[in-house]
């Protein structure tokens, strides 16, 4: 307990510290902000800061901060070092500068940004990759909802561990689509205004009653200075699998698609860091909590049926049940209510705004105004229409879950290194100290590229870890030092 006390005061000390120096580095005005200037009724309006932060949070939230570091605390205690400085030098900068930079460019989505920083071929790039990230957010996070929900009204969750399909599952899928249908198309202030705070509140409630459990339960469990791992882990099995695993709550590249969303509704830039910037330490507050929870259980107290969930991919599949398991063992009735409220809402809100920044991603790229609601169907139809298609097939193969579960977590992070990139060029032309995300973008590189090549592609031993991650740095050191003297010959 320890070396989970000294994480949370850390990242508290990160937003007060780091967050202002970040702050500073950018350097927030009084420019008018788009949710004024922009105003249209629909995405760009000004709402309360409080609401906004609380529809931030739960946007970038979802269960990815439970679900990934209830599967990354097996790793053990490198899982505190990760959530921590992973989210005070990369996660929380990276949101913070990206919606700010939203902001500065009129509400610009992702893509755009990383066009005007990398170039119009990578924004071409960025347009397709994001867009497909966002629809398998929502294909994902129509799965855990449905599960938990179809387990309450009669599924045999037996039969659906073993591939067989579960009606139960597909009438709660077709009853959260509708609801993403008719959230993506109305105004951001109708649905997502009005019952985002009371399910952020939800969440936090929760989190926080977990972490009063942990403090008179006073577990014992593995510190720090212990080791990094007390599994019989390699270097190689937690690099670069631990940073994959736990993204929401340490870095994550769909935050970036949703920090536009509320940086249309903010009416002053120096709102930024308590929302951008503090949406993610509180996130990473959240999956610490989550991960040394779920080390009770498997260090503290072995609980059977929780080693399962230490298998990658694979374990998203129980992970809804596990939470619920957890919160009623230790919060009764009420946690039973919380853990319904944080394992069937939250997916489904990340969802819902998944969908409506692909939406407004595609409206922009193709220039299509959006307050006449034809034109808003000509963009989700054919969206929805390939989200259903993924979803079949999903659910009627065995390992469809798991298959798009991996390729969502490789693709969310290199959606965070092309936007830590792109950021890391807009700050060397603003002659600001670009090291803030030089090095989180060399970093995850690495970690992408070795994933990409040894657990996805070529499922190469891991003895070749180091050499594809050491030869990725090598190339992006190289790339970068080449531009970067290009850059100031042009700066001259």
């Known amino acids: 307990m320890v070396s989970f006390t000294l994480s949370l005061i850390a990242l508290v000390a990160g937003y007060l510290l780091y967050g202002r120096f970040v702050e500073r580095v950018f350097a927030p005005d009084d420019r008018t902000t788009p949710a004024v200037s922009k105003a249209d009724g ?26 990934g570091a209830i599967m990354g605390a097996k790793f053990g205690p490198a899982a505190y070092l990760w959530i921590v400085f992973g989210c005070i030098f990369a996660g929380a900068t990276h949101d913070y500068l990206s919606g700010m930079l939203s902001m500065r460019h009129d509400g610009a989505n992702q893509p755009e940004i990383i066009g005007r920083y990398l170039g119009d071929t990578t924004k071409r790039v960025m347009l397709i990759f994001s867009v497909f990230l966002l629809v398998m957010v929502g294909v994902v996070f129509v799965y855990s909802p449905a599960k938990i929900l179809g387990d309450m009204t009669g599924a045999d969750a037996v039969a659906a561990q073993q591939g067989q399909l579960q009606m139960e599952y597909v009438y709660w899928s077709v009853a959260i689509f509708i609801y993403y249908i008719i959230a993506t198309m109305l105004p951001v202030d109708k649905i997502i205004g009005k019952i985002y705070p009371l399910f952020a509140f939800s969440l936090l409630f929760m989190a926080a009653a977990l972490m009063v459990m942990l403090f008179v339960k006073m577990p014992d469990l593995p510190e720090i200075w212990e080791g990094l791992s007390v599994e019989p882990l390699t270097a190689q099995a937690i690099f670069p699998a631990l940073f994959i695993t736990i993204a929401c709550g340490a870095i994550s590249g769909f935050h970036a698609t949703q ?50 969930i230490a298998g990658g ?6 992970a809804p049940s596990i939470v619920n398991k957890m919160c009623n063992e230790w919060l009764g009735v009420a946690g039973g209510i919380l853990a319904l409220l944080g394992v069937v809402a939250a997916p489904i809100t990340s969802g819902d705004t998944a969908f409506r920044s692909a939406r407004l991603v595609i409206a922009d790229f193709i220039h299509l105004e959006q307050r006449l609601i034809r034109n808003r169907l000509l963009v989700c139809i054919p969206m929805f229409a390939g989200a259903i298609a993924l979803l079949a097939w999903q659910m009627s193969d065995a390992k469809g879950f798991e298959t798009i579960w991996g390729w969502f977590g490789w693709s969310n992070q290199t959606l965070a290194v092309f936007m830590l990139w792109a950021l890391t060029v807009y700050l060397v032309r603003h002659r600001k100290p670009y090291i803030i995300t030089l090095v989180p973008a060399l ?22 870890v180091w050499g594809i991650a050491a030869a990725s740095l090598v190339l992006s050191l190289v790339w970068f030092a080449l531009w970067l003297r290009k850059e100031k010959e042009r700066m001259k």
């Open 259 to 308: 920090s536009p969303l509320m940086a249309r509704c903010l009416k002053s830039e120096h709102m930024g860091r308590p929302i951008f910037y503090g949406a993610m330490i509180t996130e990473g507050i959240v999956a610490l909590i989550w991960a040394t929870v779920a080390m009770y259980f498997f260090y503290d107290q072995p609980t059977p049926g929780y080693e399962q």
């Open 443 to 464: 970093f995850m590189t690495a970690v992408c590229s070795s994933y990409l090549f040894c657990v996805k592609l070529f499922t190469l031993g891991p003895e070749f």
């Open 42 to 67: 629909l995405d760009y309006v000004v709402l309360p800061n409080w609401k906004v932060f609380m529809i931030q949070f739960l946007n970038i939230a979802g269960t990815g901060p439970i679900f």
């Open 313 to 318: 991919a694979a374990a998203v599949n129980d």
